[in-house]
C-alpha cells in the first residue's frame, strides 16, 4: 500500500514536467511490447541514450494500420519490430530508405539480402507441450496430422496474430496444394483458435490443451526465469517456418544521422546480449558461443522455412482462405 | 439546460457518424458485400440475440428470487454482481477455462463420475461467456424494475386473495414489460461487437463476428471500406433493435406510492423459499467460481508486480474518474432533455444515447485517428481521447439505467412538484436526484468500471507513458508471465469493484426512498 501512494504522489507530481532541456527526438514506432518495463523498449531506450545524447521516443500500437494511415507523412524515424509476415505489406507503402548496415554480421540460420529490413531477432515457430503430461510427441507434421487423434492444440487465428499466419504459411510450404487436406485432418485436433499468442499461451499454462502454437526459444523463459523444465518444443523432420523481427528506417529520416546510429546500434553487442533474456529469441547479430548457456540447450531445427516476401504477399489469401475453409466445415 | 442535452447528443452522433465517414473517406478501394459477409452478420445477430435472450430469460427469475428474500449476504451479492461485467475479455477467459474448460473443475468432476467431457469451444462458449458477463447485469436492473413495483399493489392482490401466478400475470408482467426491453437491447449490443470472446471461445472461423471481420479487413488487407461497410451494417443492426424495442414498451402510467415497505405474502411457502435460495446460490457459484479461480491463480503475490503497474493502475483511477464525471453529465443532460421533448415510446434523443454501442470501436478508434492526424500529433492525447471515448461508452448503460426511472418520477410527481410551484432546478434537486441516488450511484460505479476495464480503443496511438492497467494485464501476459498477470489482474478487479462498490453504496447511502 505504501509502495502504491509513493508511486501515485510521485504520478501526480511528474506527470505535467515536459522535458526541459532540448535534445534531439529520435521517433519510433514499436509494437505493444515495447511499452512494458519488462519487455526490450526500456533496454534499448536506456542504452542507446547513453551514446546519443538524444532522446528516444518510443510510440507503440499497431504498427501496419499506423503505417499505411500515415503513409508518407510518417512522423517516425524509424520503425522496429515488423516480421516477415507483414514486411512485404510494410514494404509497398514505399516509405523506406536503405539501412546502410553491413550484414555480413547477421548470424540468421539463413542468408539475408535485405536492403531495407534489418532483423533484429529471430526464432522458429514451433508447438510448445509440457514433457511431463503428453508422452507420445508427434516428431513430424505428418505425424502430427495423421498419428495419435487424442492430441488437442491451440492456435492463433492468421487473420489477427502473426504466429497464426506463421502456422498457415508453415503448412503451406510443407503441403503446398495438399495444404487444404492437411487444414482438414489439422482441424480435428484444434481445441479453440485465439486472437492472439497471449490467449493461447494463457490458455495452455493452465492445462486447457496439449500443444499451443509458440516459437522454439518459449522454452528459455520456463527455464531461466521460473527454473521449470516441464515445457518443451516439438521439433519436426519437415523443417520449422523462420520468425523475423526487423527494424527499417523512413524515408523522412534518410538523412538524419540518429536514425543511422539507431541502426549500427541495432547489430551491436551490448543490444543483440540484451535480446536473449528480454525478448526470449535468438539475436539477430551474436555468434552461438555468446548465447546465454540455457538457450545453446535450445533444440534446434534440422531445416528452415520462409517464404519470400513477395511469395508471401502473393500466398497470403489463398491460404488463408483454405484455412478459413477447412476449419469452418469441421 | 435543455440546450446541453441537445448539444450533447449532437456530439454523439457527430462522433459516430464522423468517425464511419472518416474511415470511408481514406479508403482507396471501394468493395462490395459478397456472400460470406452476409454469413457473418448472420452468426453475429444469432450469438448476440441468443446471449440476450437467455440472459433476460435467466435474470427474470433470479432478480425475482433476490428481491423477495431477505439474508445475510444479500448486499454484498449485489455489489459482486458487478464483479464480472468489469473483468477484461483475456482474464474472464482464463477464469472461465479454470472452471468450463478441458482441465476445468466441472470436466474434472465429470471424469470422476465417469462421465464424458464436455467442450465449450464454440458457439456454445461464446454464448456462456456473454451470459457470465451480462447476466448479472441484467439481473441488477431488474432488481430496481422489481423495487419501482408500489407496495401496494402487493398489498391489493395479497387482499384479493390472488395467486402466485395471478400476481405474477397482473403485476409484475407489465413491469417486466417495460423494463426487460432495454435490458435485452443493452445486452444484445454488446454481445453484438463481441470480439475478444468471439475470438477465443469461437472454436475457429465458423464463429467469425462482425467485429472479428472489422479487424480482419483493416489489419490485413486494409479495406477500409469493407470495414467501414461492416460497421454500417453493424450500426443498422443496433438501431433496428433499439427501435424494435421500443415497439414492445408499454406506455408508462403514474403509479404512486407512498414508499411502504414491500411484504409479499404470495410467496411465503416452503418450496418456495427453498427454490429461491436454491436460484440464489446456482446464480452466485456460476458467477464466483471463475472470478475465485482466478484469485487462486494469482497467489496474492502484489509485491512482485513491476513499478510500471501500480503506475498505470494509478493512470487507469484517474482517467476512470474522469470520464464518469463526464459520462454522468452527458447522459443526465440527454435523459432529461429526451423526456422534455418526447413523453411518448419513441424517441430519437434516447436512441443517440444508445447508439455508443453499436459502434465498432476499432473504426471509431481509426476514425477519430484519421480525424486528428492533420491537427495534432494523436499520440499526444492519447490519454484524453481514451477518456472521452471510454465516457461515450458507459452513456448507453448510464442511460438505460436512469432513464425508466426518471421517466416513472416525472409522471408520478410532476404535477405535484408543479402544484407547489417548484421550479425546474428545484425539481431536480429535491425530487429527481434523492429519488435517483441508488441509480445514480449504480450508473457511475457501472461507468467507472467500464472505464476502468477498457483497453484497445487506443491501439492505434499510444505509448509507454499511456499504459493503462488493463494494457499492462495482457502486456504481461503476453511475455509469459501469467502469473504475474493473473495478480496484476487481481489487483484491476480490486479496484473496479471497490471503485464499483464506492459508488453504488454511495448512492444507496443517499436515496431517500
Known amino acids: 500500500m505504501a509502495r502504491f501512494v509513493c508511486v501515485f504522489l510521485t504520478f501526480l507530481t511528474f506527470s505535467g514536467v515536459a522535458f526541459g532541456d532540448e535534445k534531439k527526438v529520435l521517433n519510433v514506432y514499436a509494437p505493444d511490447y515495447f511499452s512494458s518495463e519488462w519487455g526490450p523498449g526500456p533496454i534499448i531506450e536506456e542504452s542507446f541514450q547513453k551514446i546519443c545524447n538524444c532522446d528516444l521516443k518510443f510510440t507503440t500500437g499497431d504498427l501496419l494500420p499506423r503505417i499505411r494511415l500515415e503513409g508518407k507523412s510518417i512522423s517516425a524515424d524509424i520503425v522496429i519490430g515488423l516480421d516477415t509476415g507483414i514486411s512485404q505489406v510494410a514494404r509497398e507503402a514505399d516509405i523506406f530508405s536503405k539501412h546502410d548496415q553491413d550484414l555480413g554480421v547477421l548470424t540468421l540460420p539463413i542468408p539475408w539480402h535485405d536492403e531495407v529490413f534489418l532483423p533484429f531477432n529471430w526464432s522458429y515457430f514451433s508447438f510448445i507441450y509440457n514433457n511431463e503430461k503428453l508422452s507420445r510427441v508427434p516428431k513430424s507434421f505428418d505425424e502430427l496430422l495423421n498419428g495419435h487423434d487424442d492430441i488437442k492444440i491451440i492456435i492463433q487465428d492468421p487473420r489477427t496474430s502473426v504466429s497464426g499466419l506463421g502456422l498457415v504459411l508453415w503448412v503451406k510450404s510443407i503441403y503446398k496444394d495438399n495444404a487444404s487436406m492437411a487444414w482438414r485432418k489439422l482441424s480435428k485436433r484444434i481445441l479453440t483458435v485465439t486472437k492472439g499468442w497471449s490467449e493461447a499461451y494463457g490458455l495452455f499454462l493452465q492445462g486447457e490443451a496439449d500443444m499451443v502454437l509458440s516459437f522454439t526459444t518459449s522454452p528459455a523463459y520456463h527455464i531461466i526465469a521460473d527454473s521449470d523444465h516441464s515445457k518443451t518444443a516439438v521439433i519436426f523432420n519437415e523443417g520449422h517456418y523462420l520468425f523475423v523481427e526487423s527494424v527499417a528506417k523512413t524515408k523522412k529520416a534518410k538523412d538524419n544521422e540518429l536514425a543511422d546510429l539507431f541502426m549500427s546500434f541495432i547489430l551491436s553487442e551490448s543490444f543483440q546480449k540484451e535480446i536473449p533474456t528480454s525478448n526470449w529469441s535468438y539475436p539477430a547479430a551474436l555468434a552461438y558461443d555468446k548465447l546465454p548457456d540455457d538457450f545453446k540447450k535450445l533444440p534446434l531445427p534440422q531445416k528452415t522455412i520462409l517464404m519470400s516476401g513477395k511469395e508471401v504477399s502473393k500466398i497470403r489469401k489463398i491460404a488463408i482462405d483454405e484455412w478459413e475453409k477447412a476449419l469452418r466445415d469441421k | ?513
Open chain 2, 1 to 513: 439546460m435543455h440546450f446541453l442535452g441537445f448539444f450533447f447528443a449532437g456530439l454523439i452522433f457527430f462522433v459516430a457518424v464522423g468517425s464511419l465517414i472518416c474511415v470511408f473517406l481514406s479508403a482507396d478501394i471501394v468493395s462490395t458485400f459478397v456472400f460470406e459477409d452476409w454469413n457473418i452478420v448472420v452468426f453475429t445477430v444469432k450469438q448476440a440475440s441468443l446471449s440476450a435472450a437467455i440472459s433476460c430469460a435467466m435474470a427474470i427469475p433470479i432478480s425475482r428470487a433476490i428481491v423477495r428474500r431477505d439474508f445475510i449476504f444479500k448486499s454484498m451479492l449485489l455489489s459482486f454482481l458487478g464483479a464480472p461485467f468489469i473483468l477484461p475479455v483475456l482474464v474472464a477467459v482464463i477464469g472461465f477455462a479454470a472452471v468450463f474448460g478441458q482441465s476445468g473443475l466441472i470436466n474434472f468432476f465429470l471424469s470422476l463420475l465417469g462421465l464424458p467431457n464436455i467442450t465449450i469451444y464454440g458457439l456454445l462458449g461464446i454464448i456462456l461467456v456473454h451470459v457470465f458477463f451480462n447476466l448479472p447485469l441484467a439481473v441488477r436492473f431488474l432488481i430496481y424494475g422489481w423495487g419501482s413495483i408500489p407496495a401496494e399493489r402487493f398489498r391489493l392482490t395479497a387482499q384479493l386473495g390472488m395467486s402466485r401466478w395471478n400476481v405474477f400475470y397482473c403485476v409484475e408482467i407489465p413491469m417486466l414489460r417495460n423494463t426487460l426491453p432495454s435490458i435485452f437491447v443493452l445486452v444484445f449490443l454488446l454481445c453484438l461487437s463481441s470480439f475478444g470472446v468471439a475470438l477465443t471461445m469461437g472454436g475457429g472461423p465458423a464463429s467469425t463476428t462482425i467485429e472479428v471481420a472489422i479487424y480482419y479487413a483493416f489489419r490485413y488487407d486494409f479495406n477500409l471500406s469493407k470495414a467501414a461497410y461492416f460497421a454500417m451494417v453493424q450500426i443498422c443492426l443496433g438501431l433496428a433493435a433499439i427501435s424494435i424495442s421500443y415497439k414492445f414498451k408499454p406506455p408508462n402510467v403514474p403509479q404512486g406510492g407512498i414508499d411502504r415497505f414491500v411484504v409479499r405474502w404470495d410467496c411465503n411457502q416452503i418450496h418456495v423459499r427453498f427454490i429461491d435460495y436454491m436460484i440464489i446460490s446456482l446464480t452466485g457459484t456460476f458467477i464466483f467460481m471463475p472470478i475465485l479461480a482466478l484469485v487462486f491463480m494469482s497467489g496474492f503475490n502484489f509485491s512482485s508486480l513491476p513499478d510500471q503497474i501500480w503506475e498505470s493502475a494509478v493512470r487507469s483511477l484517474l482517467m476512470s474518474l474522469l470520464s464518469t464525471i463526464l459520462a454522468m453529465i452527458i447522459s443526465f443532460s440527454i435523459a432529461h432533455t429526451a423526456l422534455k421533448y418526447t413523453m411518448g415510446s419513441n424517441n430519437i434523443l434516447e436512441s443517440i444515447g444508445y447508439l455508443p454501442l453499436c459502434l465498432s470501436p476499432l473504426v471509431l478508434g481509426t476514425g477519430i485517428f484519421i480525424f486528428l492526424l492533420p491537427y495534432i500529433n494523436p499520440n499526444d492525447h492519447a490519454l484524453k481521447v481514451t477518456v472521452f471515448v471510454n465516457a461515450l461508452m458507459s452513456i448507453p448503460f448510464v442511460i438505460g439505467i436512469i432513464l425508466n426511472p426518471m421517466r416513472q418520477l416525472y409522471l408520478d410527481f410532476s404535477r405535484l412538484g408543479d402544484n407547489l410551484g417548484l421550479s425546474q432546478m428545484g425539481f431536480i434537486s429535491m425530487v429527481l436526484l434523492p429519488r435517483l441516488s441508488r441509480h445514480i450511484g449504480f450508473a457511475a460505479g457501472l461507468a467507472c468500471a467500464i472505464s476502468l476495464g477498457d483497453f484497445g480503443i487506443i491501439t492505434l496511438f499510444s505509448g509507454p507513458n499511456t499504459v493503462t492497467l488493463p494494457m499492462a494485464v495482457y502486456s504481461l501476459m503476453g511475455s509469459y508471465r501469467l502469473e504475474a498477470s493473473s495478480s496484476a489482474a487481481l489487483l484491476l478487479l480490486l479496484l473496479t469493484f471497490a471503485s464499483f462498490y464506492l459508488f453504488d453504496t454511495g448512492g444507496r447511502l443517499f436515496a431517500r426512498h
